[in-house]
């Protein structure tokens, strides 16, 4: 009753809502990458891991998004907590960006599950090469003019602080998640141009049906907006003998925002090592200009547990008092 109870709360989730696209750093695979969106998943995997992710997105597009995350997370059992480092870095056109974020996590244990609640310390560098840029009343003829007061014709760049802060719910049949990305908003300063950083909101729901003792299945919903528009990926992941799994998603729910199909297949090649491959089949106007998304994806994990355990009793000796 309880599993049914979630599946009809996800298809509500689907039907209720009306998205639209929006810009934001995109990962196909997010219900395997769960720390690059959210802080609070740090220490939920049980043990050190780290992910790498390369997507490189509507291929054939000279200046396409390309992007590389890295990240790494740790329980800290003895503080009832975690800790993750991650890094980031995403280009598109003549801007790009590297990120550096930090984050701590309290996570509380109790017979419902697991309640995480996180906060992000980050320092992004954002670089724009002039060289990339045409402007409408440009010069191009005999050198690089853009006859604009504020674009220069070499690289500018700036560094901008960003807060975020998380919470995350971790069950034996769901998964719950929301965060909140850039609450600062930052004002970045390319020498004479500034760029806001504009605050983000992600939540995900992830639920867990286990069919017989090889196979289990895991739909999943990401939604995504910056308070001004809405998106959403709906992927559907399959797992067979806890090692090989597969997929097939969605990014988007209406004209305004409808992107891709997406792919994915992956396998544990060990206890610690997994590696997964996701192909985004373009469904917007855009497909007859690109030739898909791809995004490699590996995950180390430790599965070993690291400073378990409780703080030793002090015994004082009265012959040294």
Not at 142 to 162: F, K, R
Not at 167 to 195: C, K, P, W
Request: hydrophobic share 40%; net charge neutral.
């Amino acid at each position: 009753m309880f599993r049914s109870s979630l599946l009809l709360i996800f298809f509500i989730c689907l039907i209720s809502l009306s998205v639209s696209a929006q810009q934001q750093l995109q990962f196909t695979q997010f219900s395997l990458n769960k720390y690059a969106f959210n802080p609070a998943y740090a220490g939920l995997d049980n043990s050190i891991s780290v992910t790498g992710v390369y997507r490189s997105q509507w291929n054939g597009i000279r200046g396409n998004p390309k992007s590389q995350h890295i990240s790494g997370h740790v329980p800290l059992y003895y503080l009832n907590g975690a800790m993750g480092l991650g890094i980031q870095n995403e280009r598109y056109g003549g801007l790009s960006r590297t990120h550096f974020n930090a984050s701590y996590s309290y996570i509380l244990d109790h017979s419902f599950g697991l309640l995480a609640v996180a906060g992000k310390l980050g320092l992004s560098n954002l670089r724009l090469n002039g060289e990339d840029i045409l402007t409408p009343e440009g010069d191009y003829e005999s050198g690089i003019n853009h006859n604009d007061p504020i674009l220069d014709e070499g690289a500018m760049s700036g560094l901008g602080l960003g807060f975020g802060a998380g919470i995350y719910y971790l069950h034996r049949y769901f998964e719950l998640g929301m965060a909140y990305d850039q609450i600062s908003q930052t004002i970045v300063s390319l020498d004479q141009a500034n760029v806001q950083m504009v605050s983000h909101f992600n939540m995900n729901l992830e639920l867990k049906f286990r069919l017989n003792n090889q196979w289990a299945i895991f739909p999943a919903i990401h939604l995504k907006t910056d308070n001004n528009e809405w998106q959403n990926d709906l992927f559907l992941l399959m797992k067979y003998n806890g090692s090989i799994f597969g997929g097939i998603g969605m990014r988007g729910f209406n004209e305004r925002s409808l992107d891709a199909m997406t792919f994915l297949v992956g396998t544990n090649l060990n206890k610690n090592i997994k590696v997964s491959y996701s192909y985004d089949a373009g469904l917007s106007n855009l497909k007859r200009a690109n030739e898909g998304s791809h995004e490699i994806l590996f995950n180390y994990n430790l599965n070993k547990l690291i400073g378990a355990g409780q703080k030793q009793k002090i015994i004082y000796n009265p012959r040294y008092l």
